[in-house]
């Protein structure tokens, strides 16, 4: 009969009973945090560089002399997944809200405030603001074509544009031409990058430059202001030295 080092056998029923409080703190600390601070980051495609499509955002402060508001959708929310997408396109919607106090802040509000609701978008635009009310990086569910692989909601930044009847809908398109311009250059896309709502489903939307025959027009507006950037970051391209 043998007794085999009693005291490794009393240090290790120590560190055991040590262990399960700390265990229980943990899961009583798991189950009072509510909601996480922030999403599970889950990149939906292949990686950027195999892709050439970025996955990271950019804020812009003001477009073309508009200002730009960020004020994002709580993580809690179900309008935001908090998915990691790649940016590949731009899909152009309206808000088919005619109500005279319908403008951009309206809808940033009711995208902040209601709950009840997991409709999302990343930009509202009206003829004098824009508000931006998700990552352009993040996953929005707007396009109705839910998690299809190269769909509008898991690979477009989701525009809407405000159709009151106190705003004036030609500069609301105006100013989306120079928002998509934005977007183009700095996520490395081109005008050939914009799409219609329509363009993913059935839908007619955006209703009033469809129905108006306002895309050509709008689509024009948006090549012409992405040449004008264009031009521009040419100019201040620094020279190549030469030696
Ligand atoms: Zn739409």
């Given at each position: 009969?043998?007794?085999?080092?009693?005291?490794?056998?009393?240090l290790?029923?120590?560190?055991?009973?040590?262990?399960?409080?700390?265990?229980?703190?943990?899961?009583?600390?798991?189950?009072?945090?509510?909601?996480?601070?922030?999403?599970?980051?889950?990149?939906?495609?292949?990686?950027?560089?195999?892709?050439?499509?970025?996955?990271y955002?950019?804020?812009?402060?003001?477009?073309?002399?508009?200002?730009?508001?960020?004020?994002?959708?709580?993580?809690?929310?179900?309008?935001?997944?908090?998915?990691?997408?790649?940016?590949?396109?731009?899909?152009?919607?309206?808000?088919?809200?005619?109500?005279?106090?319908?403008?951009?802040l309206?809808?940033?509000?009711?995208?902040i405030?209601?709950?009840?609701?997991?409709?999302?978008?990343?930009?509202?635009?009206?003829?004098?603001?824009?508000?931006?009310?998700?990552?352009?990086?993040?996953?929005?569910?707007?396009?109705?074509?839910n998690?299809?692989?190269?769909?509008?909601?898991?690979?477009?930044?989701?525009?809407?544009?405000?159709?009151?009847?106190?705003?004036?809908f030609?500069?609301?398109?105006?100013?989306?031409?120079?928002?998509?311009?934005?977007?183009?250059?700095?996520?490395?896309?081109?005008?050939?990058?914009?799409?219609?709502?329509?363009?993913?489903?059935g839908?007619?939307?955006?209703?009033?430059?469809?129905?108006e025959?306002?895309?050509?027009?709008?689509?024009?507006?948006?090549?012409?202001?992405?040449?004008?950037?264009?031009?521009?970051?040419?100019?201040?391209?620094?020279?190549?030295?030469?030696?």
């Amino acid at each position: 009969m043998s007794r085999k080092r009693p005291g490794r056998v009393r240090l290790g029923r120590i560190l055991i009973l040590l262990m399960i409080p700390l265990l229980l703190a943990g899961a009583v600390y798991g189950l009072l945090r509510r909601k996480p601070e922030k999403p599970p980051v889950v990149v939906t495609e292949t990686a950027e560089e195999e892709s050439g499509y970025i996955t990271y955002a950019i804020t812009l402060d003001e477009v073309h002399g508009i200002p730009v508001n960020h004020v994002y959708i709580p993580y809690d929310s179900s309008r935001r997944p908090g998915e990691i997408r790649e940016i590949r396109f731009l899909t152009i919607h309206e808000t088919d809200n005619r109500s005279s106090g319908a403008d951009a802040l309206a809808h940033s509000n009711w995208l902040i405030g209601d709950t009840t609701d997991i409709t999302s978008w990343h930009y509202t635009v009206d003829d004098h603001s824009i508000y931006h009310n998700l990552p352009d990086n993040e996953i929005a569910w707007n396009a109705g074509d839910n998690r299809s692989r190269d769909g509008g909601n898991m690979n477009g930044i989701g525009i809407e544009m405000c159709v009151n009847v106190s705003g004036d809908f030609d500069q609301t398109v105006r100013n989306t031409a120079w928002l998509c311009a934005e977007l183009l250059q700095a996520y490395g896309l081109t005008p050939d990058d914009v799409y219609l709502h329509r363009d993913f489903m059935g839908k007619i939307c955006p209703h009033r430059l469809i129905t108006e025959n306002k895309v050509t027009w709008f689509k024009e507006l948006v090549q012409a202001d992405y040449d004008e950037l264009q031009a521009a970051a040419a100019a201040e391209a620094p020279t190549e030295t030469e030696e």
